[in-house]
């Protein structure tokens, strides 16, 4: 019953910006970690970002200082600011975010579908 909806995706030119969003519903009880991971053709996925409930951030040494992790836990919704955007981002960005279900004792990882960030000329 838990489902994640990312928005904010698209094609952008390099020096540009984005913002991602990532809003979890659905049979929630607890909330931890959110995060932002991407992948490209032909590499391994990597984590970009992520935040703790704590607000402690971590960033990918290839995004700090462009991209901002941020968390609203009111609405169960985590954002990436990505700024100074080149053509290295271009991935597929998945959000993901540990949850414990309501009724459930142990955590579990759920994933968004995925969304098409592409910086070209």
């Known amino acids: 019953q838990v489902q994640l909806v990312e928005s904010g995706g698209g094609l952008v030119q390099p020096g540009g910006s984005l913002r991602l969003s990532c809003a979890a519903s659905?049979?929630?009880?607890?909330?931890?970690?959110m995060g932002w991971y991407r992948q490209a053709p032909g590499k391994q996925r990597e984590l970009v970002a992520d935040?703790?409930?704590?607000?402690?951030?971590h960033y990918a040494d290839s995004v700090k200082g462009r991209f901002t992790i941020s968390r609203d836990n009111a609405k169960n919704t985590v954002y990436l600011q990505m700024n100074s955007l080149n053509p290295e981002d271009t991935a597929v960005y998945s959000c993901?975010?540990?949850?414990?279900?309501?009724?459930?004792?142990?955590?579990?990882?759920?994933w968004g579908p995925g969304t098409q960030v592409t910086v070209s000329p």
């Open positions: 993901n975010i540990d949850i414990i279900e309501r009724g459930a004792v142990i955590t579990r990882a759920y």
């Open positions: 935040i703790r409930d704590s607000g402690t951030a």
């Open positions: 659905g049979n929630l009880w607890r909330v931890y970690d």
